[in-house]
């Protein structure tokens, strides 16, 4: 038997799932897994790309390059992409000063 897990994961909420609603408590809880972990591992998320593009980023111009940092697994990557993406930038703020607001 083949291990068939990579970088790529599916634990933020699934859509169409009333008993877990994809919404800002869940954006929260799916962030703190990944404290103190490279922010590109809490993106790497099928889930989380879906929910991003459905209420923050643009799923025509975001969402494509976001799939091609995590593709690449480059977190530079990923902040000179979003560098002119509001949500995407707040997101990163988040994660350098470690969710001191949370």
């Not at 490279?38 to 593009?53: E, K, M, N, Q, S």
């Not at 707040?90 to 994660?95: A, G, N, P, Q, S």
Request: hydrophobic letters at 45%; one cysteine or more.
């Amino acid at each position: 038997m083949v291990n068939h897990e990579g970088p790529l994961s599916c634990v933020f909420e699934i859509e169409n799932r009333p008993e877990h609603p994809q919404n800002m408590a869940a954006l929260k809880r799916h962030l703190l897994q990944f404290k103190g972990k490279p922010f590109l591992l809490a993106v790497t998320d099928f889930h989380f790309i879906r929910y991003l593009g459905k209420e923050f980023l643009s799923p025509e111009t975001d969402i494509p390059a976001l799939c091609e940092a995590v593709k690449y697994v480059a977190f530079p990557f990923v902040v000179c992409c979003f560098a002119q993406s509001q949500f995407l930038s707040t997101l990163v703020k988040i994660w350098t000063n470690r969710f001191a607001f949370f």
